[in-house]
């Protein structure tokens, strides 16, 4: 069977996509770099620390990444406070009040701040940022 000018044409241009797509070293298919930003938490101290962590992830173009865990620890001592998964604009909150129970931490939260922390996947590279108490009496 012989391939006629038009079936090459559409073999190099499938070729040409695959190695857009592919790390010509190792044959992985690149990462897309993403966007994590960790919101400042405005919070009271009033019997239990009480506030809502946040964080958003995106693309390079700006757009939410859904149904991706960001886990939330704090800053200095990376002790996990707990996790959550991004909706469908790519946000993803955690209420402190239900996971810090404990005074200490709460406090050295507040004078560290916090960590948000996406591992990345097959798709996706890891990122970290960092967000802000700011705590009321």
């Known amino acids: 069977m012989a391939l006629t000018p038009e079936d090459m044409a559409q073999i190099l241009a499938l070729m040409q996509q695959m190695q857009q797509h592919q790390n010509v070293p190792n044959g992985h298919v690149e990462k897309e770099n993403v966007i994590l930003q960790a919101k400042t938490v405005r919070g009271n101290i009033i019997g239990m620390a009480q506030g809502e962590l946040g964080a958003s992830l995106t693309n390079a173009d700006g757009a939410g990444i859904k149904a991706q865990r960001i886990s939330f620890a704090v800053a200095s001592t990376n002790q996990e406070f707990g996790s959550a998964i991004t909706d469908s604009n790519g ?29 990345g996947n097959e798709h996706y590279n890891p990122a970290k940022a960092k967000g802000k108490f700011i705590v009321a009496l």
Request: glycine letters at 6%; aromatic letters at 6%.
């Open 91 to 119: 946000e993803a909150t955690l209420d402190s009040g239900a996971n810090i129970t404990d005074p200490q931490l709460m406090i050295t939260a507040a004078t560290t701040g916090y960590v948000a922390v996406y591992h």
